[in-house]
């Protein structure tokens, strides 16, 4: 098997309690980390097992040795650092939401067809076995004609100096949290919202709490809350005319038994790491051996849903959602 070498933009929490084992179980090497403090990179490099620490992104993207890159920064940082990134022949896993608004993501969608490089989008939860279970259940008919979707997702940052509290760098509930409701609805249904209202608690700037409602088309509707001043709560269901599906833990599962219900019908998934699942998938599409399972056309139809949401909670009317361009 070919070893891939990567490169983590930041010395994030996420990329040292999932990214990095994630990317030693899938067989492949971390090679190099970069923070803005070159001391955090170096004892992020230590912990690790990175051979290299570079006190600059910059440095890092110009690391030859390096194959693919985890930009795990603030969301204001994921464009132009991916770009930068495509642009020195790097493949790119990008936290999400992978920029802040639709216009982004076009913009890097033409960076990848210039460079010939690949972005995947950083939903991990995609990767467990329970969301391809759900979509399946409920595009054959199990569930008999769909009717509705539900959703949530929300926690308590409690840490005040966090990027998530600031909004010149996309903070707040529904790019953080938020995101997987409209995600996993989109996913599991196999369906696009046509229409998106929504309402906001703001403080400082930022959404803390935003409850949302799609128009699935048909007369099907999909409602959600998310946050990050509220208590830990996650969930998703699929209502239809027979039955109900519902994934108790279907966003942050890795490592833990999760269970799937239709009706009176359990079905329990053994504890699994979706990261190593994505960062495989990754590096196979990065060798050539097999094609992106979630091209960045699927990441735009998301921003486009995300940038309705927030134009809706602004003005609070229900505003329309546009196809993604041909």
């Known amino acids: ?188 249904l196999d369906r696009e919202p046509r229409r998106a209202w929504a309402v906001s608690r703001d403080e400082g700037g930022v959404d803390v709490h935003l409850a949302g409602l799609l128009d699935l088309g048909g007369g099907v509707s999909a409602g959600f809350d998310c946050g990050i001043s509220s208590a830990y709560h996650q969930f998703l269901e699929v209502v239809g005319e027979r039955s109900v599906l519902r994934l108790a833990r279907p966003y942050s599962s890795k490592g833990t038994e999760v269970t799937l219900t239709v009706g009176d019908d359990v079905r329990t998934f053994e504890p699994m790491d979706p990261y190593a699942e994505m960062v495989a998938h990754l590096g196979r599409v990065a060798l050539g051996e097999e094609a992106p399972r979630f091209p960045l056309a699927e990441s735009e139809a998301q921003a486009l849903v995300l940038d309705a949401l927030f134009e809706s909670a602004r003005t609070g009317r229900v505003v329309e959602i546009p196809a993604v361009p041909a």
Not at 28 to 52: I, Y
Not at 78 to 105: I, R
């Open 1 to 188: 098997m070919t070893k891939l070498r990567w490169g983590f933009l930041g010395a994030s929490r996420i990329g040292r309690g999932a990214l990095a084992p994630a990317v030693h179980t899938a067989g492949h090497t971390l090679l190099a980390v970069a923070a803005r403090d070159p001391s955090r990179a170096e004892a992020f490099a230590r912990e690790q097992g990175a051979a290299r620490a570079y006190g600059s992104y910059e440095e890092l993207l110009a690391d030859p040795d390096v194959d693919l890159v985890y930009n795990a920064l603030p969301n204001d940082a994921h464009l132009p650092l991916t770009v930068a990134a495509l642009e020195a022949g790097k493949h790119v896993l990008c936290e999400k939401p992978l920029a802040m608004n639709a216009h982004e993501v076009r913009e890097l969608r033409a960076a990848e067809r210039r460079t010939g490089r690949v972005v995947l989008e950083a939903f991990s939860y995609r990767f467990h076995p329970q969301i391809d279970a759900a979509r399946e259940i409920v595009l054959s008919g199990e569930l008999g004609e769909v009717r509705a979707a539900r959703a949530a997702f929300s926690f308590t940052l409690d840490r005040p100096d966090d990027f998530r509290w600031k909004p010149e760098q996309g903070g707040g509930g529904l790019y953080d949290v938020g995101c997987y409701c409209v995600n996993a609805v989109r996913r599991v």
